[in-house]
C-alpha cells in the first residue's frame, strides 16, 4: 500500500472506493463481489501445500493398499445365443418374434446365467466345496465328508457362503449391439477361474438343452392325454351324425337341398307368369263383358268374324243397289235381304262365341294362377323343413370335421414332438473358451495410482476451498475495507529474524535477554534498520496520516486493536518514530495500564508515568521521558492502578491531552484493545483520531465489526485501519505488492554500508546512555 491513494482530499474523500461499497453493501443489503478465476487461483496458490499433502497421502495410501492386495485373475468365455422358438411344437404364434434375439430375451439368459442355480451346479460339478482354493481349509469338509454331527443349519449356511462368494466373482454382460455374452470369472487361481469359467458355459449349455428336452416331453405327454380324450369326443359326435341322418332320412342333404331350391324358384317364376296372365286376361274379360265386343283386338282379328263382316258388306251392297232399282218386293232383293239377315245372325252368334272363350281363357288362367299358389305355398314348406334339418345336420357335420382335424393335428404333434426330443441341439454356441491368464487383472498398480493423484487433487481443493471458507480472519487490505468500511492506510509486513553480522551486533546490544535465533519481532526497527521493509511500511502509514486531511493532520491520534496481541503498541512505538524523524515534536503516551509495554520497548523506567499523574502522585514533567530518537518522548503508564477506566474518563485526562496538543505537534496515545476493556472506547471522543491495528491472519472479521460499531457509537473519528503482521510473500497478497523478489534500497551495498555506520553510531550511543537491555513485546510473529 502506498499513500498515493490518499492524496484525494479530505478524510471524507479519501475512503477507497471498496469501503464505500461495504458500507453501502452492510447499510442496504446489496450482494457481496462474486468470486472470480483469479480469487480461486489465489486461493489454491495460498493452500498449495495442503493440496500438496493430500495428493501424497493419498498417492502413498493407495500405492501401499495396491501392493498389499492379492493378486486377481480374470478369465472370460465368450458366447452366441442365437435365436429359437419359444413354442416347443411350433405352434403358430401372433405374438411371436422375428428373426433375431429381443434385449429381453438376452436379459433373461443374463439373468440365469446369475442365478443361484447356476452356481450351486457349477459347485457341484467341480466339487469346489471340497477345494481349498476355492472354499478355504476351514469351510472345506473332511475327507470323510460332513459328519454327522453337523447339522442341517449349519450345511444350509455353508452352502448359502459357497454360493455368494462363487457369485461374487462372477460377471455376466451382453456386448453392445450384438447377441454375445462374456462370462469372466475372477480368482486369485488363475487356472481355477479359467476352469470355472468354461464349467459355467458347459453347465448352462447343458441346462439349456435339458430345459428344452423337458419342455417338449412335457408337452408330449399333455398331448397324449389330450389325444385320448379328443378321441373320445370324435367317436361321439361321428355317432351323433349318422343318427340324425337316419331319423331325418337326409341323404345327399346338399343335393336335395339344391333340387327343393331350384323347383321352388321356378314355381315362383310360372306364379309370376300366371299372375301377369290372369291380370291380361281379366282385363279382356271385363271389357268384353261391359262394352262393345267388337272393339277388342282378339274379336277383331278373329279370321270368321272377318270373313262375316265381308260378307255383310258385299250383301248390303248389293241389297241396296236392287233395292233402288227393282224396289223391295223384288224377289232378288228379297233374296238378299233373307241372306243379309243370316249373315247378320252368324255374325252376332260369332261375337258371342268371342266372349265366351275370352271370359273361358280368363278363368282358366285364374284357375292356374290359384293352383301355381297353392304349389308354391306348399313347396316352401318343404324347403323350411329342409333347412331345418340341414342346419342341424350341418352343426353334427361340423363338429365332427373338426374333431377329427383337431385329432389328427395333435396327433402329427406328439409324432414331431417325440422325434424332437430325441435330438441334443442347442441354440447357444461357445465363441471363445476361456484360458489360463498370465497376468493378473487386479490390482492395476498404475491405474490405482493414477486415480488416486487424481482423488488427492480434487480432495485437496476441496479441502483447501473448505478451510478458506471456515477461515474468518481478515488477511488483506481489501478484506478490512470490505468487512470494516475504513479505508486501510499502511501494511505492515511481517518480520523475520535479524540476518546478518551487522544486525545481529545491532541485536546483541538492544535485544540482550532474546536468545540468539529468536522469531520475536524488534520493536524500534523503524530506528535501527530505516531501510528494511518494515521501516519503509511504517513511512508509508506516517504519510497516509498526514495526508488524512485537507487543513491539518490529526494532532492527537489514539492507537488501538480488537483483541490483545495484534501488534497496535509496536505501531505506536515506530509510527511516533517516525514521525521524530521529521523533525516534529513527538510524545508517546502508554494508556494501556493494563498491561503496559511501551517502556520496556524503549528501555526506560516505568513506575512513574501516566496513572500517577491522574492520581496526582507526579507531576508531568517528572513523567516524560527522552528516548534515543531525537525529538520523541515517552510518558510510560506508571504503576497499574485499581480502575485505570474511571482515570482514563476523567476530565484531567481530557485537560492533559488538550495541553499535550499545544506543546506537541502530535500525541500518539497507546490504549487496551477495544473489546476487552471500555478503556479505548472512553479515549476515542478525546482525541482527534483513531488508529485501528488489526492482525493479518489472527484478528476475525466479527472482531473488526464489533470493534467499528463500538467506535462509531460514541461518534469516535476513526482514521482507518492498519494490517499488521501481513505476509507480503502470501499469495493473498499477489496483487499488491511484486512478492518475495522485491528487494528495498536498504538490501543494496550502498544500503549496507550506510546501516553498518548507523548500526555503530547505536553501539556508541547506547553504551553511553546504558540502555537496559529489552524484554519481549506483547506483539509476536505469527
Known amino acids: 500500500m502506498d499513500a498515493g491513494r490518499f492524496l484525494e482530499g479530505p478524510s471524507e474523500l479519501v475512503r477507497h472506493d471498496s469501503a464505500r461499497l461495504a458500507n453501502l453493501q452492510e447499510m442496504y443489503g446489496l450482494p457481496a463481489r462474486e468470486q472470480s478465476l483469479s480469487d480461486y487461483w489465489r486461493i489454491l496458490r495460498k493452500r498449495k501445500w495442503t493440496v500438496v499433502v493430500s495428493v501424497v497421502v493419498v498417492f502413498i495410501t493407495a500405492g501401499l493398499i495396491s501392493v498389499r492386495m492379492t493378486p486377481i485373475y480374470d478369465a472370460v468365455t465368450r458366447i452366441m445365443i442365437s435365436q429359437r422358438p419359444t ?199 271385363q271389357i268384353a263383358t261391359t262394352s262393345n265386343p267388337e272393339s ?14 265381308q260378307q255383310q258388306t258385299q250383301l248390303q251392297a248389293q241389297y241396296a243397289l236392287l233395292s233402288t232399282e227393282f224396289g223391295p218386293g223384288y224377289p232378288k232383293v228379297l233374296e238378299i235381304k233373307n241372306q243379309l239377315d243370316q249373315v247378320d245372325r252368324s255374325f252376332k252368334e260369332q261375337i258371342q262365341n268371342s266372349v265366351n272363350r275370352i271370359q273361358n281363357d280368363f278363368q282358366t288362367a285364374l284357375n292356374r294362377e290359384q293352383m301355381l299358389q297353392n304349389a308354391l305355398s306348399q313347396q316352401t314348406g318343404v324347403a323350411d323343413q329342409l333347412n331345418e334339418n340341414a342346419i342341424e345336420y350341418k ?54 495410482l493414477e486415480f488416486a493423484v487424481l482423488i488427492g ?104 486493536s480488537s483483541v490483545p496481541q495484534d501488534g497496535k503498541t509496536m505501531t505506536c ?28 520497548a524503549f528501555g526506560l523506567r516505568g513506575n512513574v508515568g501516566l496513572s500517577n499523574i491522574l492520581t496526582g502522585g507526579a507531576k508531568i514533567s517528572d513523567t516524560i521521558q527522552a528516548t534515543v530518537q531525537p525529538n520523541l518522548f515517552v510518558i510510560p503508564a506508571g504503576q497499574i492502578p485499581p480502575h485505570p477506566s474511571e482515570l482514563l474518563s476523567s476530565s484531567l485526562m481530557q485537560d492533559l491531552i488538550r495541553k499535550w496538543r499545544e506543546e506537541y505537534d502530535h500525541v500518539i496515545i497507546d490504549s487496551p484493545p477495544v473489546i476487552s476493556v471500555t478503556d479505548a472506547v472512553l479515549l476515542s471522543v478525546q482525541t482527534d483520531a483513531v488508529l485501528l491495528i488489526i492482525r493479518s491472519g489472527q484478528t476475525t472479521t466479527a472482531h473488526v465489526r464489533r470493534t467499528r460499531n463500538l467506535l462509531q457509537s460514541v461518534k469516535a473519528s476513526l482514521l482507518g485501519i492498519v494490517v499488521n503482521a501481513a505476509d507480503l510473500t502470501s499469495p493473498d497478497y499477489y496483487y499488491y505488492y511484486y512478492g518475495p523478489k522485491y528487494r528495498y534500497y536498504g538490501y543494496s551495498e550502498r544500503g549496507k554500508k550506510e546501516r553498518k555506520k548507523k548500526v555503530a553510531e547505536n553501539e556508541e550511543m547506547s553504551d553511553d546512555n546504558n540502555l537496559p537491555p529489552q524484554d519481549d513485546v506483547t506483539t509476536k510473529s505469527s
Not at 424 to 445: M, Y
Open 87 to 285: 413354442n416347443p411344437l411350433n405352434f403358430k404364434d401372433d405374438t411371436s418374434q422375428g428373426p433375431g434375439n429381443s434385449q429381453e430375451d438376452i436379459d433373461t439368459e443374463v439373468r440365469i446365467l446369475q442365478s443361484d442355480t447356476m452356481a450351486q451346479l457349477v459347485i457341484n460339478r467341480l466339487n469346489l466345496d471340497t477345494r481349498p482354493e476355492f472354499a478355504g481349509r476351514a469351510q472345506t469338509p473332511s475327507s470323510g465328508g460332513i459328519t454327522v454331527t453337523e447339522s442341517a443349519d449349519q450345511e444350509r449356511a455353508r452352502q448359502e457362503q459357497l454360493i455368494h462368494r462363487f457369485l461374487g466373482g462372477l460377471k455376466v454382460q451382453q456386448v453392445p449391439s450384438t447377441s454375445l455374452i462374456d462370462i469372466k470369472y475372477s480368482n486369485p487361481n488363475a487356472g481355477l477361474a479359467a476352469e470355472i469359467a468354461n464349467a459355467i458355459t458347459a453347465t448352462f449349455i447343458e441346462q439349456n438343452i435339458q430345459a428344452r428336452y423337458d419342455s417338449t416331453m412335457q408337452a408330449a405327454n399333455w398331448l397324449s392325454k389330450q389325444l385320448a380324450d379328443l378321441q373320445i369326443k370324435v367317436e361321439s359326435s361321428q355317432a351323433k351324425l349318422v343318427q340324425y341322418q337316419k331319423d331325418h332320412g337326409i341323404v345327399g342333404a346338399d343335393d336335395k337341398q339344391n333340387l327343393t331350391i331350384d323347383k321352388l324358384d321356378e314355381l315362383n317364376k310360372e306364379l309370376t307368369q300366371a299372375e301377369a296372365d290372369r291380370i291380361q286376361k281379366e282385363s279382356l274379360s
Open 296 to 309: 277388342l283386338s282378339a274379336v277383331l282379328q278373329d279370321p270368321i268374324l272377318t270373313g262375316l263382316r
Open 395 to 448: 352343426v353334427l357335420k361340423q363338429e365332427a370335421e373338426s374333431n377329427r382335424q383337431l385329432y389328427d393335428g395333435l396327433l402329427q404333434k406328439l409324432k414331431e414332438a417325440s422325434l424332437s426330443a430325441g435330438l441334443e441341439s442347442s441354440n447357444i454356441r461357445v465363441v471363445d473358451k476361456a484360458r489360463v491368464p498370465l497376468h493378473p487383472a487386479r490390482p492395476n498398480i498404475p491405474m490405482n
Open 457 to 560: 487433487l480434487v480432495g485437496g481443493v476441496a479441502i483447501a476451498f473448505s478451510l478458506e471458507a471456515l477461515d474468518t480472519t481478515v488477511r488483506t487490505p481489501d478484506q478490512a475495507e470490505n468487512v470494516s468500511g475504513l479505508p486501510t492506510l499502511g501494511v505492515i509486513p511481517l518480520q523475520s529474524v535479524f540476518e546478518g553480522a551487522v544486525t545481529s551486533i545491532a541485536k546483541a546490544h538492544l535485544l540482550k535477554k532474546l536468545p540468539r535465533g529468536s522469531g520475536s519481532p524488534r520493536p524500534l526497527i523503524s530506528y535501527f534498520e530505516p531501510q528494511s521493509e518494515v521501516a519503509e511500511a511504517y513511512r508509508a502509514l506516517r504519510t497516509s496520516i498526514l495526508l488524512s486531511s485537507v487543513s491539518q493532520p490529526p494532532r492527537s491520534i489514539l492507537v488501538t
Open 573 to 600: 512505538v515506530n509510527v511516533a518514530i517516525v514521525l521524530a524523524q521529521q523533525g516534529k515534536r513527538i510524545l508517546l503516551v502508554d494508556a494501556d495500564m493494563r498491561r503496559p509495554s511501551i517502556h520496556k
